[in-house]
């Protein structure tokens, strides 16, 4: 029976790719704090992007994190009781929630088009998302909506608000404020090609999953606010949030799927063990004095979010054979 305080954690990968290094840390520090809690484990798999998800990322992905070591408790391959786990089974939820919303006057169609949108640089309002939506269409007119989709013009649909409460508390980052405007201002719940946004998709899988604690990069800390504030129009409980440092590579850039060379798949072909990209990785989160073979579940021991670094982790321009040496370290035994 789960109670008030059981941790509910998801891995939540998008199959647009494969997985790399940096996924993998965000997912070993994601799984290692809810084990830690004797918490569930969720896997869910995030494919709202039709164009660039594919089903054997999927299944690539599950190979990857099965070969680390991370296991889940509920899934798309094992099933449970907050089925689905795969957002591209949930459509007809979004939908719904998304008419709850309209319902209540809460959203508007937007007719900008990409062009109009990217007028808007000398805003005056700017924040990680680039320029504030100014509210161009919040106001338009029947008549001036029916001219626009007559000149063939499919709307977005925008969520409004004024002036909402966007303070939260991160367990790593602390205390975060920002304005609507610093937020995007009022932002798409679906693209004018019908496609869910990631905000919703997110707040509501969380939701109906009994998420309480989303760990992850800190590269969607920005995002974080715009959830926040559905989570309270949906009138749910939010969960805690821990956002943690990226990887970057020996330059100084953040880890990418373009990063081939760092892919999973692309170091276990080169001979680089499951164990050593673990141990290398707990070194790295102050839970090891120094990389050296390791499995995900003797970590466990070490780990508190207090030891986990505050900056960002830049790898080492040998990283590879660093991983190499354990490898063959693990060869030996």
């Known amino acids: 029976m789960l109670t008030a305080s059981h941790v509910r954690g998801r891995l939540a990968p998008s199959p647009t790719g494969h997985l790399h290094l940096g996924n993998a840390w965000a997912f070993l520090l994601c799984w290692l704090a809810v084990r830690k809690a004797d918490g569930t484990v969720i896997l869910r798999m995030e494919d709202i992007d039709p164009d660039r998800s594919k089903t054997e990322f999927a299944t ?132 004018s090609d019908g496609v869910i946004s990631y905000q919703l998709a997110v707040a509501v899988d969380d939701i109906d ?56 798949r692309a170091l276990r072909e080169m001979g680089i063990s499951a164990k050593a990209i673990i141990g290398y990785l707990g070194y790295r989160a102050g839970l090891l004095p120094e990389p050296k073979l390791a499995q995900a579940q003797e970590l466990l021991t070490h780990f508190s979010l207090e030891k986990l670094p505050k900056q960002a982790i830049q790898l080492e321009k040998d990283i590879e054979e660093i991983l190499k040496k354990l490898s063959e370290k693990e060869n030996k035994l």
């Open 60 to 191: 690539d992905i599950i190979t990857d994190l099965h070969w680390l070591g991370l296991d889940w408790d509920e899934g798309p391959d094992c099933g449970g009781d907050n089925a689905p786990y795969t957002q591209s089974e949930k459509l007809d939820r979004y939908a719904e929630v998304i008419a709850q919303l309209s319902e209540r006057g809460l959203t508007y169609p937007c007719y900008c088009t990409r062009k109009e949108l990217r007028s808007l640089a000398s805003a005056p309002h700017k924040g990680e998302f680039g320029p504030a939506y100014p509210g161009t269409c919040l106001h338009l007119s029947a008549s001036r909506k029916a001219e626009l989709e007559a000149a063939g013009r499919r709307p977005s649909l925008r969520l409004h608000a004024d002036s909402p409460d966007l303070s939260f508390h991160d367990r790593l980052c602390g205390d975060q404020h920002q304005t609507w405007e610093e937020c995007g201002g009022d932002f798409p719940l679906r693209r």
């Open 209 to 264: 999953q009994n998420v309480t604690l989303v760990m992850r990069g800190d590269d969607i800390l920005h995002c974080t606010p715009r959830q926040v504030y559905l989570y309270k129009l949906l009138n749910a409980r939010r969960p805690d949030y821990a956002h943690v440092p990226l990887v970057l590579d020996a330059e100084g850039e953040r880890l990418a799927k373009r990063h081939k060379h760092f892919e999973l």
